[in-house]
Nanobody, 111 residues
Framework: QVQLVESGGGLVQAGGSLGLSCAAS????????MNWYRQAPGKERELVGR???????YYVNSVKGRFTISRDNAKNMAYLQMNSLKPEDTAVYYC?????WGQGTQVTVSS
């Protein structure tokens, strides 16, 4: 059974930083690209970025230069480091692998 469990969300002031983690189990983690999505209240879910199985990364323009995605295959973990946070980054953040989704973790950025 595949499980993805996000952690690290919380409340932070604008300009601050927050790091999210995604613990994966039940899959050959190193073979999967890992994605981070987010969904803000009243908005559609959007891709934040991804890291390929080989470590290549992609970021949506709105977070480029502020967010960093990484992975540790030995620990079956993916990470999303978020710096210079803005109120518009407030959302539930999800990690995904193929069709598998975590339950999400809330990130709230106060102005």
């Amino acid at each position: 059974q595949v499980q993805l469990v996000e952690s690290g969300g919380g409340l932070v002031q604008a300009g601050g930083s927050l790091g999210l983690s995604c613990a994966a189990s039940g899959l050959s983690f190193s073979n999967y690209g890992m994605n981070w999505y987010r969904q803000a209240p009243g908005k559609e879910r959007e891709l934040v970025g991804r890291i390929g199985s080989g470590g290549s990364t992609y970021y949506v323009n709105s977070v480029k230069g502020r967010f960093t995605i990484s992975r540790d295959n030995a620990k079956n973990m993916a990470y999303l480091q978020m710096n210079s946070l803005k109120p518009e980054d407030t959302a539930v953040y999800y990690c995904t692998a193929a069709t598998y989704w975590g339950q999400g973790t809330q990130v709230t950025v106060s102005s």
